[in-house]
């Protein structure tokens, strides 16, 4: 995978300030970490997950502090990306030709913004999760607030946190993937810029809101109204 | 000790070594009609295990230490009630309960547990905690039924009644049958500790304790400690859970979810996988502006400028190549 920005004769657009990408890979490592220990815990295949942390004991010791060290990165990064999220018109129909954007028919889809309907239901789930992991977390760490929560609480918050783990890191799997599969996208959280065409083919929305141009300027073409059959 | 008897291996996929495993199930029967409360069994387990607890305060009881702790793996329960059977019937009552493990068939502790080896259950029925193994998450708390699992606030290590397994497998009765005065606490093989059992209760049911019986739950798959209780219908009024068996919470959570959420992961992986090999990744036009440092910058070059404005006036609306605009 190239992680480099193509070479062009002008500068690329920001997507990420530098306070955004050292934001995000914090939150990253750390949700590594997180879920190579969790899964641990959770199924003994995963039990040798444990050395990534230190062993066993040192796992279970770190684990929650390191979730403490997510959820505050992650609470930033959230409250920056937060507007950036807010469901737009052009997303429901983005939705509904979701075939078309997994084929790579990108030249249906209708124009979207700095992210796309995808990116955000992403986001609203990492948000949930996030939160649920964070109180579900408290209840179960045995070391400081294990004497506060009678056991059947316990277990509902180890069970809630274990199918909340499991829905964060399906859905980080899919943000990874998605990263991969759309070339430029890891460039541009490394680097924090994107090239003019990068933007504009894959977020014209954004990109006309950043060039100060009409949507149907950057778009240069038609696009295709499927809902008029 | 040779570990070759294990039946059960606490987060272990493989069969544990079972080599020598024809041992007889073993229990330890408490009849709590003949308890008189010496606390023996509580010194005696202390003796044996060189634990210490920590002199607690008097809260007017006689429960003393008040609780399981990671260093009183039994504890005498007393309970202060109006007798409804028996001779003492409408009259003041004294059950003493001797609370510690109940070394369940199906443990729940086990099943909860993330750490190979940490627990195991051996051919004999005792449950046993490995502690170079155990990783102090307290699950095993989370899956007891009968809430008896406690973490050391030292070294963060669970700890319980072992039934003295270092006595058993030499031989020897655990250290509170050893040293009960009235044999209220028995230990042999489970059936002939239920046989025992049932010859008592039949002695409290003449004598008038109609609801006598032997607790030895069935949902958790029996227990290797059971109790002949003068009121069997009520455990509950000594503190005993009614039909103990593992949470269904916890039998979600290392049971069926275990293996789906593993497969559904590496279903999830594997399909991005493919779908990258299948579909390809998305890919700005490798023909765009951008590519080719030759073509002038549509948005800054004037001429650029120009001849897009009079490309696009002279197509019209009909932009038949799927090309980028400039």
Redesign the interface.
């Known amino acids: 995978m190239n992680l480099h920005p193509p070479r062009t004769t002008r500068p690329g657009i920001v997507r990420y300030t530098w306070g955004q990408r050292v934001n995000h890979w914090l939150t990253a490592i750390s949700f590594v970490l997180l879920a190579l220990s969790g899964l641990a815990f959770f199924h003994p295949s995963f039990f040798f997950f444990t050395h990534v942390l230190g062993g066993p004991q040192w796992s279970r010791i770190l684990h929650p502090w390191v979730g403490v060290f997510m959820f505050v990165c992650f609470l930033i990064l959230a409250i920056r990306m937060w507007s950036a999220n807010r469901w737009e018109a052009n997303d429901t129909q983005w939705m509904k030709q979701l075939d078309d954007e997994v084929m790579n028919r990108d030249e249906l889809m209708p124009p979207i913004g700095k992210y796309n309907p995808g990116q955000k239901l992403l986001f609203y789930v990492m948000v949930a999760s996030l939160v649920l992991l964070l109180l579900t977390g408290i209840v179960i760490w045995r070391s400081i607030f294990g004497v506060y929560f009678p056991v059947p609480v316990h277990r509902v918050a180890v069970l809630i946190h274990s199918v909340t783990a499991f829905v964060l890191i399906a859905g980080i799997i899919v943000h990874i993937y998605a990263a991969i599969w759309v070339k430029g996208s890891i460039a541009a959280m490394l680097r924090g810029s994107v090239s003019h065409a990068w933007a504009r083919h894959h977020h014209p929305g954004w990109y006309a809101q950043m060039t100060g141009r009409r949507i149907e300027d950057v778009r240069g073409e038609p696009i295709v109204d499927r809902t008029r059959g | 000790m040779s570990d070759q008897n294990i039946v059960m291996r606490s987060?272990?996929?493989t069969p544990p070594p079972h080599a020598r495993s024809h041992d007889i199930p073993v229990a330890k029967l408490i009849d709590v009609s003949k308890c008189i409360g010496c606390k023996a069994c509580q010194t005696a387990c202390s003796e044996w295990n060189n634990l210490e607890y920590t002199v607690g305060t008097n809260t007017g009881v006689y429960d003393n230490p008040h609780d399981l702790e990671a260093n009183a793996w039994t504890v005498m329960r007393y309970f202060e009630t109006e007798a409804e059977t028996g001779p003492l019937k409408g009259n003041l009552d004294w059950t003493i309960r001797k609370d510690g493990c109940m070394h369940c068939a199906e443990p729940g502790c086990l099943k909860a547990c993330?750490?190979?080896g940490a627990i195991v259950k051996y051919a004999n029925g005792i449950v046993d905690f490995n502690s170079d193994?155990c990783?102090?998450?307290?699950?095993c708390?989370?899956g007891?039924p009968f809430?008896v699992p406690r973490?050391s606030e030292s070294d963060?290590k669970a700890y319980k009644c072992t039934l003295c397994s270092d006595r058993v497998n030499v031989g020897l009765e655990p250290a509170c049958v050893k040293t009960c005065p009235t044999g209220a606490i028995m230990f042999g093989s489970k059936v002939d500790m239920q046989e025992q059992a049932y010859e008592r209760i039949v002695d409290l049911n003449e004598r008038g304790y109609v609801n006598a019986g032997l607790y030895d739950p069935a949902g958790v798959g029996g227990t290797h400690v059971m109790y002949v209780l003068k009121d069997a219908k009520n455990p509950q009024n000594v503190h005993l859970p009614v039909d103990p068996s593992i949470?269904p919470?916890?039998s979600?959570?290392k049971g069926l979810?275990?293996?789906l959420?593993?497969f559904?992961?590496g279903a999830?992986?594997l399909g991005?996988?493919l779908?990258?090999v299948m579909?390809?990744?998305?890919?700005?036009?490798v023909d765009?502006?951008?590519?080719d440092?030759r073509v002038p910058?549509p948005?800054?070059d004037p001429d650029a400028i120009r001849e897009a404005r009079r490309e696009k006036h002279e197509s019209g609306?009909a932009?038949d190549t799927?090309g980028?605009?400039?």
Do not use: Q
């Open positions: 987060a272990t996929t993330p750490s190979p193994n990783i102090g998450c307290g699950y708390v989370t007891c809430n973490l963060h949470s919470m916890v979600l959570w979810t275990k293996p959420a593993t559904a992961l999830v992986a991005g996988f779908h990258y579909v390809g990744p998305k890919d700005e036009p765009d502006d951008d590519m440092p910058d948005e800054t609306r932009h799927p980028r605009g400039a």
